[in-house]
Structure formats: structure tokens, C-alpha cells
T-cell receptor, first 115, second 114 residues
Framework: DGGITQSPKYLFRKEGQNVTLSCEQNLNHDAMYWYRQDPGQGLRLIYY???????QKGDIAEGYSVSREKKESFPLTVTSAQKNPTAFYLC??????????????FGPGTRLTVL | KNQVEQSPQSLIILEGKNCTLQ??????????LRWYKQDTGRGPVSLTIMTFSENTKSNGRYTATLDADTKQSSLHITASQLSDSASYIC?????????????FGKGMKLTVNP
């Protein structure tokens, strides 16, 4: 059953704590992305990775960190430096340009709430 | 500035009725435009993709149009069903300097009532 999964679905964090959101895909996609979704706003790109062991900052990378040690996995860490982390986080993946459809497939999301 | 504007922000219709969602963009250079459907608490799912040369594309009860001259797209939903209640997001891809970027609209919330 191919797809992209995120865990956990809901996450609660105390202020000052780091938390890591999981994203796994078995679609053999090269590129993976992390977005943040807030009410009344479009999706905003946090980080993306087009190849293992390489990743790039998106538009709102401050307070976040990522790793890409395996093609299938792209975890996102929300650090205590992120001033307003409460949001819905979406992970996506797609083939690289020229290697197939450019459609980004999204995971089911993780809702992070800071208490 | 690359922007994607959607209207209306929200819409309530009765089951069985038709509706049209609008998307205006100022993205350049344009590569393609997608409409996504996002159920509450879920990730977005692609409905249609429109390239520069395409005017109309259908996917079941969903029909997307694109006017590249006026930089407008619409998503028409025919014979709405309760399951159409969701947010609909217009996303434009631009290609610049060998890299690609997605510009997301804020989405519009459709509610279909029985």
C-alpha cells in the first residue's frame, strides 16, 4: 500500500521543548517537503530535500530543523526557538522535475499544539 | 510579486446544486496550475492539473478551466454532494532560474448542506 505517512496525528508540546514530527514515504519519490498550514493562510514551505543528505530552507525555516538520512524519511524537528509553533504540519513528496509527474502527494498531517 | 488569490473565501450550497470557485494568479513564469481538495484535518489531494496550453479539463464532476491570458482559473463542481464539503486550494507552479516553486492560494471552504 503505497503512500506517505505522518506521525503522530496530534502532538502536544510544552513551551521550551523540542519535538520531532515523522514523515515516511514508500513512493520512491526523490523530493520531500515540509509545509506549515495556519487558518486563513496558504501553505508555507519550511524545508525541502531533493536528495538524500541534502536539504534547503524554505520561506519560514527559522526555528525548525530537518534531516534526510534515508530517501524514505524526512523528519522535522520543531525547536524551542520557533516562536509560534502551534499549527498543522504537512509533509509532501514528489518526483524530481523531468522524471515524471510533478504532483506533490501530501501526508495526512500532524497537528501540533503548544501548551 | 507572485500571488494566488481565491474567491470566494467560503461558500455554502445545497446538495445537488452547482458551484464555481475562482482563482486569479500573478505568478510568472507560469508552469502549471493545480486544484487540490483538502478534507478537514487531512492532507490535500490533487483534483486537476492545467498547463499553459489547456483550457478545460474534467475529473468526474469537477471541471477546471484556465485562461492564461487573464491569468484566471475556475473549478466548477456539478451536482454537489455532501462529500464535496472541504477546502479547495489553487496552487500555481513557477519555474525560475532552473528551480521550481509552488505558490499556494489561501484556499476556500465549501460547505454542502442536505
Amino acid at each position: 500500500d503505497g503512500g506517505i505517512t505522518q506521525s503522530p496525528k496530534y502532538l502536544f508540546r510544552k513551551e521550551g521543548q523540542n519535538v520531532t514530527l515523522s514523515c515516511e514515504q514508500n513512493l520512491n519519490h526523490d523530493a520531500m517537503y515540509w509545509y506549515r498550514q495556519d487558518p486563513g493562510q496558504g501553505l508555507r514551505l519550511i524545508y525541502y530535500s531533493q536528495i538524500v543528505n541534502d536539504f534547503q530552507k524554505g520561506d519560514i525555516a527559522e526555528g525548525y530543523s530537518v534531516s534526510r538520512e534515508k530517501k524514505e524519511s524526512f523528519p522535522l524537528t520543531v525547536t524551542s526557538a520557533q516562536k509560534n509553533p502551534t499549527a498543522f504540519y504537512l509533509c509532501a513528496s514528489c518526483m524530481l522535475a523531468g522524471r515524471g509527474s510533478d504532483e506533490q502527494f501530501f501526508g495526512p498531517g500532524t497537528r501540533l499544539t503548544v501548551l | 510579486k507572485n500571488q494566488v488569490e481565491q474567491s470566494p473565501q467560503s461558500l455554502i450550497i445545497l446538495e445537488g446544486k452547482n458551484c464555481t470557485l475562482q482563482c486569479n494568479y500573478t505568478v510568472s513564469p507560469f508552469s502549471n496550475l493545480r486544484w487540490y481538495k483538502q478534507d478537514t484535518g487531512r492532507g490535500p489531494v490533487s483534483l486537476t492539473i492545467m498547463t499553459f496550453s489547456e483550457n478545460t479539463k474534467s475529473n468526474g464532476r469537477y471541471t477546471a478551466t484556465l485562461d492564461a491570458d487573464t491569468k484566471q482559473s475556475s473549478l466548477h463542481i456539478t451536482a454537489s454532494q455532501l462529500s464535496d464539503s472541504a477546502s479547495y486550494i489553487c496552487v500555481v507552479r513557477l519555474t525560475q532560474g532552473g528551480s521550481e516553486k509552488l505558490v499556494f492560494g489561501k484556499g476556500m471552504k465549501l460547505t454542502v448542506n442536505p
